[in-house]
């Protein structure tokens, strides 16, 4: 691919973490849709001239995703992101499709569908897999398939199976796994990456650092919010 039809277009932006790694692979974000206004901020401060779109994503359409980032129905190499995860990790409460939250990965699909990118690129905690005996993740997976018929023409998107993967495997010193599902409309198959065949821990990461300083009253504060926040909002 020419770097013009690497734009992606990013759902649930956060910090832009997601964001960074398809950059380091060539890509090119064009928008970022993100609802939390700090995370903007960094958004803004670290990619001050990226279109970002600071809203409810059920509010907005693909239309205006796609205008934000200059972009027409089909041009986009791939639609990313995240959807809210709380609903379905093991260390929440996992309401799953009975939260509002849980049910944002199906506006995911939505600006799939409207937008008709290459591809697409989703993950999520591990914990969507068994939701309620993987109801969610096999309605997901059918939403996805479903034929998009545009202008006379009909798109299928072939979902590769999901996986998960685990960040220490990849070069990251950190045991986080994750959910992957990957799909695309122009008939290329895809493979999950291999692992490394080299692990790193967190003393190869932060070992040659100094010594930190004594929490701050700030960080003591919040810290102390960390079980009641827990027990409100189950994460």
């Known amino acids: 691919m020419m770097d013009r039809d690497l734009r992606v277009i990013s759902l649930f932006s956060g910090a832009g973490g997601l964001d960074i790694g398809f950059e380091k692979a060539g890509f090119k974000i064009s928008v970022a849709v993100e609802i939390d206004p700090a995370c903007c901020e960094t958004l803004r401060s670290n990619r001050p001239h990226l279109p970002i779109i600071n809203k ?6 693909g239309n205006e ?9 089909g041009e986009a190499a791939l639609v990313i992101g995240g959807p809210p995860c709380q609903s379905y990790s093991l260390a929440g409460l996992r309401k799953g499709l009975d939260d509002e939250r849980g049910k944002l990965l199906f506006e995911y ?12 690129v989703l993950e999520n905690v591990k914990g969507l897999t068994n939701w309620d005996k993987g109801r969610a993740l096999e309605l997901l997976m059918d939403e996805l398939s479903k034929p998009i018929v545009l202008d006379g023409n009909e798109y299928v998107y072939e979902i ?4 998960v993967l685990n960040a220490v495997d990849y070069g990251v010193p950190q045991y986080r796994e994750r959910l992957v599902l990957v799909g695309n409309r122009i008939n290329k198959p895809y493979e999950y990456p291999a692992p490394l065949p080299v692990r790193h821990t967190v003393w190869d990461a932060i070992g040659a650092l100094p010594s930190p300083d004594q929490p701050s009253e700030v960080a003591l504060r ?6 009641g926040r827990r027990e409100k909002h189950g994460y």
């Open 56 to 61: 409810n994503i059920i509010e907005i359409s």
């Open 65 to 73: 995703i796609l205008q934000a980032a200059g972009l027409k129905v």
């Open 109 to 120: 699909v939505r600006i799939v569908r409207e937008t008709l990118p290459k591809g697409f």
């Open 160 to 163: 590769t199976p999901p996986r």
């Open 222 to 227: 919040v810290s102390a919010t960390i079980k």
